[in-house]
């Protein structure tokens, strides 16, 4: 850069230097031929060039006038004097015109106008240069403009003349021009044509002395073409030199220069940069050098500070032992020296200690040879006296004390050390408590006292485990029902049945206390349990009903009973229900239903006839019977089993088998907890009917299709005639009413989303002593808030985006807790949604990667450590290509990581060799 | 589908399947009594002697069989099956202390951890939470100055000394580990406007309103045993008396130079009275200066006239003018990317620029709702702390948008210089209420050794938060900060008035001719002009 300045500096001082050179040659030359031409009339082309050219201090007018004319006179002779008084003219003020050219040429064309000057200038080639500097094009084509339009006006005044002379003397303007021409062709040379008496040519042509011209001078002489070589080529490379341009400018060019350097220089870090932002953690804790290392190191460091360390300083720092370690052993020996009696004093001490010892040593095993029990029986009442004292005196030991005991509680409870469960109390037991002696049979029980002791607390803590234990013994009940043979089984089940109704009936206890007791709870109870009354009595009938069918039943006739499904009979039962519970549910094809199931009952022993009534009977729209079969079907199930305890479906379940007789249901309905799809598991081989009723049992959907066969078929039977398309479709679809099934459906989205808003209702405890609300009602602001809800829900309604559309449900339901999982929009650095969810689809856990990768998975963006200086960065080469594979690789951390600084070392190293 | 993993030892083994013939590679064996379902896979884990009857090997093995064969069941005869076993060698198991970690082996089969996400999920979200519990950026405080603190300086060879200098021109050195104060410098007249150490660490330049720059013999880092050639702290190593205020001044990173500003940008050799060189541009006071520690060369002036300047030492001359709308209070430099700075302006936000590019800022960092009055990058590049008017200290990520982190006391009152710890641990800030601040960089992150499994806890709690930042309860527990009101209001303040001008700016673009207002970001809208 700052050559580059130096220069440019350079050039601007060639540039004022050399053209001030140029231009005074030329302008000198110019002079002459000025001068020579006097005051002649002329028709230079370049006189308006020239004219601008001429700035600065000149001679005044009038001066120049008498040394033209005095000019005219000695024009030959005495060039020197011409030349000394145009010496004056032309140096000084272009030199200053030069130095600092702080006008723009344009300016002066425009400030000194041509006309004024009558002179002649010869073009220059410092006019050229300064144009060529300010490189406007505009400038120079004003320039041209300017130039032909001088031209014209001298071609007119020229024309004038001609035509004034014409008209005074009546010569044709010809013979002036000729004339003029003539004159100017006019000249008298005394001196012969040379370098140094610009030819004729030179001075009637263009007015220009080219560097031709002077070369003509030494045509012929040696070396002549080589210099007129050398000249064309210079004239070819013409180069041209700039002016200096004001400071700011220079300035400015300058700050641009450095900027582009500059940046051109922080440029270099880029790719290092870009590494560094591209690499997936950045590690700052690299070469640290935290001082102490080694033991050794932290040994050497060490100095003696308190008066006991000094002590074994002086000691051990002694230049005595010191020489002595460094120079053999046996001087070390020497030094080690100790007194006689020293020696004595710690003999005598150690015989004391070890006499006192052995006494105490023998007093023990004297006390533990003892046999008295008396005697241990005293000791041991002492030890508990002095033990209770001390739990009475403080009560950190009678804590202790407490801690113990929870101890060996805790202990026994979790070995049952006394619970039989030793070796020895095994193999008593194994034997046989009778066949032993009372001794034994007296630690037996004693020991089972002492676990009972022990383990009396977590005994009296569990007492709700009676209930369990009843339900226990009925689930064993149940698997020996299972067990035995199935009419057994079949008539136990139903005993029990029974009893458990009964019992049910029977202990329908009121509860004494709380909210249960309140009147209108106990109403509602009441309600409550004279349904299941009636429920259960009619599941009481049934039962014996069952009991007696059960009985006249043949063991052939069995499965052909079994063969109904239990949806189906259990419709049949389910009639009867409802003929005694005077139709509860409000099923509008219950009726239907009900007599296929008759008739499905009465014919149940005919084979084909059985197959189209069946299929009449799937005509029944599945969910809506299964439904029914749910509402009326849940008392009588409580009748049988427990009212509370037992899921729904699962009773559902067993009463439709009970129903229907098959009795082998039973085993496989009680194991699996699954609906109507299970009872087509069975195989029952000998069947006739066996895919039938499993077409029947199949799951909802299916059965839709199944049903539209059936039709079709049945259909087809009889005298064929062709139906219209209308009728078919009609036909086709006569059992199911879809668009109302869509129409109810829709309804129960909407409430289930929009839910429809309770009734108000009396508030309790409110004014109850004044019937204040039997009176008044509800309070207004209740009756204000329930309408606002309902507006507020019909809007809502309004509002959901499947209002208009008849045949739509768009659920509006939000997940709340699958939203918090959601992000509204895609988080900012991704572009697709595709790129975020791979990018949190794998695990980073410790759990769920090995712990080779963890690491890696989990390592932060920056690893740094609290305590190390981390430096500004310093310039390193970067080899692009080979940073793409590191960056691959980067993965495995550990690894790479290694490799890397390697390779950072590697290249520090080379740049060390470089510098 | 079951997995049934049977440990099968001894007596037990030949209980369940009696073998009956052992070949190589190959296995006959009888199963009995078992009850095995179609697609069920067993895993035997052989041991002792039957592994050994078996295969021949006194080892263990661990061989996995497809039931496939439930036709023959129960009584299958097993014939040449294939078994691929699995040898594990004893010096990998055997622990080298008593301490160590019993190796535990994982099957790592995502099909049997399906849950694994949602565990995650939960642990980002745990971790969040226990970030807040644990924030507490709070170290300590120093107090001890009579005046606001106007200027501070880190020592870049030391951790725990730094330098401040208040408006009274009193300047303390202080020891951060045990906060408090190690020595004072008197000497100047004035307020201290700019406090400087050499890159070595040994000389502290500082400069102020009574125009005089002083060079100053920082005490050693012990303390007590200083060198004796320079006796006295408390004496000044040279004072360069010069034409006018000074308003800053900085080192350059590993050299004798220093700049300051004041009407003119000055270097100096600290071993000169008079500077070496001076650049003028403009007659706008320049209010900081700051050497870029990457490039040490290139400095970065900010002038009065909303202008910011970038000189080239090389070339002795400034290199670029960019003007914006409002002044710059302060520059930094990035130093891990030494092109890019981000300059503290202000109209309460920062702009990170391009040395290289400055018709338009990189990025523009919005969150202060007062003018920023000083910014300092921590030594990774990747964050950088500002203080501000509005009595708050944030951090920012370099390229973020939003601040990180924003830091505050009831007693802090206008933040006036921040500096950021030489091992990016600790942000220290210096404010009007004549006290420095300590705070730590990460609010909750843990001081002091951490052992390894405890780091790794760290780090995967803050890789989990990190993966599911993006989610809204998560994204809601991080983002939360309590803000003082004055702060709530005046963001919510701003935020409306933005909102309006854009507004009105966007209704304005909607009645004109399309294209005849064209968008401007604001990443270029605040720059006025670059002058070259």
């Known amino acids: ?65 008498e040394l033209d ?110 004339k003029k021409r003539k004159r100017n062709a006019v000249l008298s040379e005394a001196h012969p044509e040379s370098e140094y008496n610009p030819s004729r040519g030179a001075i009637d042509g263009d007015g220009n002395i080219s560097v031709e011209d002077l070369l003509e001078g030494i045509q012929g002489k040696s070396g002549y073409s080589k210099v007129r070589k050398r000249v064309h080529r210079v004239d070819r490379k013409s180069m041209s030199v700039l002016a200096p341009l004001p400071k700011v400018d220079r300035e400015r060019l300058e700050r641009k220069a450095v900027y582009e350097q500059s940046k051109k220089e922080i440029t270099k870090w880029e790719p290092l940069v870009k590494k560094h932002r591209e690499a997936p953690t950045l590690f700052f804790n690299e070469d640290i050098d935290i001082g102490f290392s080694t033991v050794g190191a932290i040994a050497s460091e060490f100095e003696p500070k308190t008066d006991f360390e ?213 109403n509602a109870d009441k309600k409550r349990k004279d349904a299941a009354y009636r429920d259960a009595e009619l599941a009481l009938r049934e039962c014996e009903s069952m009991v007696e069918q059960l009985d006249d039943t043949t063991e052939a006739e069995n499965p052909k009973i079994g063969t109904s499904s239990g949806r189906r009979v259990f419709g049949a039962a389910r009639n009867d229900t409802q003929a005694l519970s005077n139709k509860k549910s409000n099923n509008i094809r219950d009726n239907n239903d009900s007599e296929d199931d008759l008739e499905a009952n009465a014919n149940i022993d005919d084979g084909q006839d059985n197959v189209s009534l ?97 039709i079709l078929s049945s259909g087809a039977k009889p005298s064929y005639e062709l139906p219209s398309q209308a009728d078919l479709i009609h036909r086709a679809f006569a059992g199911d009413n879809v668009e109302e099934d869509f129409e109810k459906d829709k309804l129960e989205i909407l409430n289930e989303e929009n839910p429809e808003l309770e009734k108000p209702v009396l508030v309790p405890g409110w004014g109850q002593w004044t019937h204040i609300q039997q009176k008044k009602g509800l309070p207004p602001w209740m009756l204000e808030e329930h309408e606002n809800g309902k507006k507020k829900r019909e809007e809502a309604l309004k509002k959901r985006k499947d209002a208009r559309l008849k045949h739509v449900i768009i659920s509006e339901k939000i997940d709340k807790k699958a939203e918090k999982l959601h992000t509204k929009t895609l988080p900012y650095p991704y572009t697709s949604r595709e790129v975020f969810e791979q990018s949190i689809r794998m695990p980073i856990g410790p759990e769920f990667n090995p712990a080779t990768s963890v690491g890696a998975l989990n390592r932060p963006e920056v690893v740094k450590k609290p305590g190390v200086i981390i430096r500004p960065i310093k310039f390193e080469e970067v080899n692009p290509y080979e940073k793409a594979e590191e960056h691959k690789k980067s993965g495995r951390a550990p690894k790479t990581k290694s490799s890397k600084s390697r390779g950072e070392k590697a290249t520090k190293m080379q740049l060390k060799k470089k510098s | 589908m079951h997995l049934g993993i049977t440990v099968i030892a001894g007596d037990v083994a030949s209980e369940i399947f009696g073998i009956v013939e052992t070949e190589e590679g190959s296995v006959k064996a009888i199963f009995r009594e078992m009850d095995f379902s179609e697609g069920d896979f067993i895993f035997f884990f052989l041991v002792g002697d039957v592994a050994s009857e078996i295969f021949g090997e006194p080892q263990s093995f661990f061989l996995c069989l497809p039931l496939s064969f439930t036709e023959t069941y129960p009584k299958a005869a097993v014939t040449n099956m294939k078994v691929k076993v699995i040898s594990r060698s004893a010096d990998e198991f055997t622990r080298e202390r008593s301490q160590d970690l019993q190796r535990v082996f994982h099957n790592y089969d995502p099909n049997l951890r399906t849950q694994e996400k949602a565990v995650e999920y939960v642990r980002a979200l745990n971790a969040a939470k226990l970030d807040k519990i644990f924030a507490r950026p709070f170290v300590g405080a120093m107090d001890g100055h009579i005046d606001a603190i106007s200027c501070m300086a880190k020592n870049p060879n030391h951790l725990k000394g730094i330098f401040s200098g208040s408006m009274d021109g009193d300047i303390r050195l202080w020891d951060i580990a045990s906060r408090r104060m190690v020595c004072q410098f008197p000497g100047h007249q004035g307020a201290v406007r700019g406090l400087t150490v050499s890159t070595d660490g040994r000389i502290l330049v500082s400069c102020g309103m009574d125009c005089t720059v002083r060079l100053w013999n920082v005490p050693a880092a012990s303390g007590i045993e200083s ?276 507004r009105k700016e966007e209704r304005r673009r909607a009645h004109s001719a399309p294209g005849s207002r064209p968008t401007e970001p604001l990443r270029k809208k605040r720059i006025i002009q670059e002058v070259e």
């Open chain 1, 1 to 65: 850069m700052a050559e580059k300045k130096r220069r440019m500096k350079e050039e601007t001082q060639q540039r004022q230097g050399g053209s001030g050179k140029n231009r005074k040659l030329l302008q000198s030359k110019t002079l002459t031929v000025e001068k020579k031409k006097g005051k002649k009339k002329h028709n230079s082309r370049n006189e308006g060039k020239a004219g601008r050219r001429k700035t600065g201090p000149r001679l005044p007018s009038a001066l120049k006038h």
């Open chain 1, 69 to 178: 004319s005095r000019n005219s006179n000695q024009r030959t002779s005495d060039e020197e004097v011409d030349n000394d008084v145009y010496e004056y003219e032309e140096s000084m003020p272009e030199e200053e015109s030069k130095k600092n050219r702080r006008f723009d040429p344009v300016d002066k064309l425009e400030y000194e106008l041509p006309d004024e000057f009558e002179d002649e200038n010869l073009p220059s080639e410092d006019d050229d240069d300064d144009y060529e500097d300010n490189d406007s094009g505009e400038r120079s084509k004003g320039r041209d403009n300017s130039n032909q339009l001088d031209d014209e006006v001298e071609d007119d005044d020229d024309r004038r003349h001609a035509r004034m002379l014409q008209g005074i003397t009546g010569i044709p303007s010809e013979a002036f021009e000729d």
């Open chain 1, 310 to 522: 000094k002590k074994i300083a002086s000691l051990v720092q002694d230049a005595k032992v010191m020489e002595a370690h460094n120079n053999d052993g046996s001087r070390l020996l020497e030094l080690n020296k100790i007194s006689v009696e020293d020696v004595k004093d710690r003999q005598k001490r150690l015989a004391k200690m070890r006499s006192l010892l052995f006494r105490h040593e023998m007093k023990a095993k004297h006390v533990k040879k003892i046999k008295s029990k008396m005697y241990h029986r005293l000791m041991k009442k002492d030890r508990l006296k002095a033990a209770s004292a001390r739990m009475e005196m403080d009560p950190e030991a009678a804590k202790e004390q407490a801690m113990k005991q929870e101890f060996k509680r805790a202990e026994e409870r979790m070995t049952l050390k006394h619970k039989n469960s030793s070796k020895w109390a095994k193999r008593i037991l194994k034997r046989g408590l009778p066949s032993q002696d009372e001794g034994t049979r007296a630690a037996i029980s004693d020991q089972l006292h002492q676990h009972a002791l022990l383990t009396r607390k977590m005994n009296s803590a569990k007492d709700s485990s009676s209930s369990e234990g009843s339900s226990d013994e009925e689930d064993e009940d149940d698997n020996e029902l299972l067990l035995s043979s199935d009419q057994d089984r079949a008539s136990k089940f139903l005993t029990k049945v029974k009893e458990k109704t009964l019992e049910l009936m029977e202990d329908a206890e009121q509860p004494k206390s709380g909210v249960l007791s309140m009147p209108f709870m106990v």
């Open chain 1, 614 to 710: 069946l299929r009449k009977d799937v005509q029944i729209d599945p969910g809506s019977l299964y439904e029914d079969s749910g509402v009326s079907l849940q008392p009588v199930s409580k009748s049988f089993d427990d009212i509370i305890k037992d899921p729904g479906p699962k009773t559902t379940f067993e009463v439709s088998i009970f129903a229907s007789d098959s009795w082998r249901k039973m085993k496989k309905g009680e194991k699996v907890d699954g609906k109507n799809d299970n009872s087509s598991a069975v195989v029952e081989p000998g069947l006739p009917r066996q895919e039938l009723k499993e077409v029947d049992e199949d799951t909802d959907t299916d059965s839709e299709e199944e049903m539209v066969d059936g």
């Open chain 2, 227 to 502: 060198d004796n050639q320079y006796d006295d702290p408390a004496k000044p190593l040279a004072v360069y008396v010069w034409k006018n205020a000074f308003w800053a001044v900085d080192h350059q990173w590993e050299g004798d130079l220093f700049a300051t500003a004041g009407a003119q940008v000055d270097i100096w050799d600290r071993n000169r009275s008079q500077p070496v060189n001076s650049f003028e541009w403009g007659k706008d006071t320049v209010l900081s200066v700051r050497f870029n520690p990457g490039e040490p060369n290139v400095l970065a002036t900010s002038a009065s006239d909303r202008s910011i300047t970038l000189y080239d030492l090389r070339m002795s001359s400034p290199a670029r003018k960019l003007i914006m709308r409002t002044k710059t209070n302060s520059i930094a430099w990035n130093p891990m990317e030494p092109m890019n700075f981000t300059a503290a302006n202000e109209d309460c936000n920062c702009y990170s620029y391009d040395a290289r590019k400055l018709d338009e800022a990189k990025c523009v960092h919005k969150d202060h709702v007062s003018a920023v009055m000083d910014i300092d990058y921590s030594p990774t590049g990747r964050e950088f702390v500002t203080g501000s008017y509005d009595r708050t200290v944030r951090i920012f990520q370099y390229n973020g948008g939003h601040s990180r982190e924003i830091y505050h006391t009831k007693r802090m009152q206008r933040v006036f210089c921040v500096k950021f710890s030489n091992d990016a641990t600790y942000v220290i800030s210096g404010s009007d209420d004549t006290n420095l601040r300590l705070w730590k960089s990460k609010a909750s992150e843990q001081l002091g050794v951490l052992l390894p499994r405890e780091r790794k806890k760290q780090e995967y709690h803050e890789a989990v938060k990190n993966r599911y930042k993006h989610l809204p309860e998560v994204k809601r527990i991080v983002r939360h900060r309590h803000l003082p009101k004055p702060i709530y209001k005046a963001a919510a303040l701003r935020r409306t008035i933005t909102d309006a001008e854009n």
